[in-house]
């Protein structure tokens, strides 16, 4: 099921020019009607199912698929994003509810850092069977063989 809009609880962010739905989903597929004010997915079909657009919305107003990784099916998902938090709220086909609170990445917006603290690559590296980082992220040395 992809992400759905619940009417009754979306405001439409205020009435601005785009809503934070708008602004997370990476497939452009959240849209603001001008005449009701309020947000809809445009093609439920093309969803990729991420959850950005939950995650974002300020109201709560978007109604999510929990993944069976962490929810059982027929169990809905919601969550709710402070600023150091996402608290998930689940509730189960039976009726019950817990709730889970995550921490968030906390990295100024613009300042993260492409690949880390590692340095570019070289050219032959792209044909190496490991990635760039995982020698030095694992805490391990990798034997290299001598031409």
């Known amino acids: 099921m992809p992400a759905f809009i619940i009417a009754e609880k979306c405001d439409g962010c205020k009435g601005r020019d785009r809503t934070a739905c708008m602004y997370a989903c990476p497939n452009d597929l959240m849209v603001l009607d001008k005449v009701t004010m309020k947000a809809y997915n445009r093609d439920p079909w ?3 199912e ?3 657009c939950g995650k974002i919305c300020p109201q709560q107003a978007i109604d999510l698929r929990g993944y069976a990784d962490f929810v059982p099916l027929g169990a809905s998902a919601i969550p709710l994003r402070s ?4 608290i998930w709220t689940i509730r189960f086909r039976n009726g019950t509810v817990k709730r889970f609170k995550f921490p968030v990445r906390n990295t100024e917006e613009g300042s993260a850092v492409p690949g ?5 690559g070289k050219a ?3 044909n190496m069977p490991y990635l760039f980082t995982e020698p030095a ?3 391990v040395e990798l034997p290299v063989l001598k031409k």
């Open 124 to 126: 032959e590296d792209i």
């Open 83 to 86: 600023t150091d938090s996402i």
């Open 50 to 52: 991420c959850l950005c």
């Open 116 to 120: 880390g603290k590692f340095g570019p």
């Open 137 to 139: 992220s694992l805490g």
């Open 46 to 48: 093309m969803c990729w």
